[in-house]
């Protein structure tokens, strides 16, 4: 089962604070958030986290039957940079092993600065893939359970931009391009966004990020163009209704580098158009 929420700043409260009035984060999150010195950064890392939480949030809830604030749902970093979900080890209701409590580091092991001492908190991790994306002024996150035979999830949203021609020559493969130059032109930058955002979310789901050269990697869309989707933040659970199948196909090479992949998997995909953004997921089966 994948769940996925799509979140603006128009939705978020206290956000023009900068996270100083955000009683959701919990303590270690708040101290993560002085490592940010960008007022963009914050806001960006501020609504990501905010609309993951409401997502996991759900998820628990349907779990256990209990509703946990906010701010006992923490989101941490994997040692390589992806998002995971755990729950305050003072908060995990009944049904949550004691023994599992752990460390959760809330900083990636590949950003920490020489030397610089590893921020955790003592949190139970839950079983779920999770990935967060933000753009302009959205933040897309999905989860999905590792129980249903999904071992990575990746989620990308992007604003759509004017690009030039030489990034699709540089970035996409002779069937993307052709389908692209096809196209009538009005729809020509919404698939151009599409498609890259397509092929960030297929290598967050392999954990590889932009390592690999992005014309080993296609994504097609499965049958004709559909109709904009107004962004809703509909928070949706079991099938992506409005979500359009993607054709993602990877060469070895790729597959082989990924650490989840080994050489093998299944990959599979959905996109979604709203007026100004492209929304796209890929999981790793």
């Excluded at 809330?106 to 920490?112: F, G, H, P, Q, S």
């Excluded at 052709?178 to 092929?199: D, V, Y």
Aim: hydrophobic share 40%.
């Amino acid at each position: 089962m994948i769940q996925w929420l799509l979140q603006s700043v128009a939705d978020m409260p206290d956000l023009e604070s900068g996270g100083a009035a955000a009683p959701w984060l919990s303590s270690p999150e708040q101290e993560r958030l002085t490592y940010l010195h960008f007022e963009k950064r914050r806001r960006e890392w501020l609504l990501g986290r905010w609309t993951a939480k409401l997502l996991v949030q759900s998820y628990v809830e349907q779990v256990t039957g209990q509703r946990l604030p906010l701010e006992a749902l923490i989101i941490g970093r994997e040692p390589e940079g992806q998002p995971l979900a755990a729950l305050d080890a003072h908060f995990a209701p009944d049904g949550f092993v004691a023994g599992a409590i752990q460390p959760i580091p809330l900083v990636a092991a590949k950003w920490r600065k020489p030397g610089e001492e590893s921020l955790k908190v003592a949190g139970v991790r839950l079983p779920v893939s999770l990935s967060i994306s933000h753009s302009g002024n959205y933040a897309l996150s999905a989860l999905a359970l590792t129980a249903s035979g999904i071992r990575q999830i990746g989620v990308d949203v992007e604003m759509v931009e004017p690009r030039e021609s030489r990034f699709v020559d540089r970035y996409y493969t002779v069937e993307e391009s052709t389908l692209i130059q096809r196209c009538a032109p009005e729809w020509q930058e919404m698939l151009i966004t599409a498609f890259w955002s397509a092929k960030e979310a297929v290598l967050k789901a392999l954990r590889l990020g932009l390592t690999v050269d992005t014309r080993h990697l296609s994504c097609l869309p499965e049958g004709t163009i559909g109709q904009y989707d107004a962004p809703s933040g509909e928070r949706s659970q079991g099938p992506l209704a409005g979500w359009q199948s993607l054709r993602i196909q990877c060469a070895p090479d790729v597959l082989a580098k990924s650490p989840v992949a080994c050489g093998h998997g299944r990959l599979i995909g959905w996109w979604r158009l709203s007026p100004g953004y492209a929304l796209t997921m890929a999981a790793l089966r």
